[in-house]
Structures are given as C-alpha cells and as structure tokens.
C-alpha cells in the first residue's frame, strides 16, 4: 500500500494537506490519552517538532521509500526464490 501512496503524488499531496489542516487529529493517532493529548498539542516546541516530522514525511516520499521497500522485497524474495527481482 505504502508503495503505490508513494507512487501518486496526487494522493501523497491529499494527505498531507489534510495533515497539516488538523495536526490535533494526527497527534492523536499516537497519544490515545487526552490529557496527554492536549498538553502535548499545547506545547508549541513538540508541536514544532511533530509538525516538521509529520509534515516532512511527505517530501519526496517515493524517493525515500521505493528504493528500501524493492530492497526488502528482494530481500525476502531471495529467500524463498534464488536471484528473484522485484520490479516496482
């Protein structure tokens, strides 16, 4: 999945505009406590911080991530099946 997202640019620019529209709402994919929650999303040096890492993650993403994701899929290729190739 993460592959064909890296692949659309369309869809990478989606989601990170829907990203950095509600930052709240992505921080809370990872903090499930809602005190925890709100201190963090308070706290403008974290929230600098997450911005510039959530955010950053969608630059040049097909860049970042085909190249290691054909890397492991060779990998796990070449363990079951000798000099498999995995175009992407």
Do not use: H, W
């Not at 499930?32 to 929650?37: A, G, H, K, M, R």
């Not at 991530?65 to 099946?81: D, E, Q, R, W």
Request: with cysteine; proline share 5%; hydrophobic share 45%.
């Amino acid at each position: 999945m993460i592959i064909f997202l890296a692949k659309c640019p369309p869809l990478v620019t989606m989601m990170k505009k829907m990203t950095e529209a509600n930052l709240k709402r992505a921080l809370s994919r990872s903090i499930s406590d809602p005190d925890i929650l709100e201190r963090t999303f308070r706290d403008t040096e974290v929230m600098d911080l997450y911005n510039e890492l959530t955010i950053g993650m969608f630059n040049r993403m097909a860049e970042r991530i085909i190249p290691k994701a054909k890397s492991v899929l060779n990998a796990l290729i070449g363990l079951t099946v000798t000099g498999g190739q995995v175009r992407l």
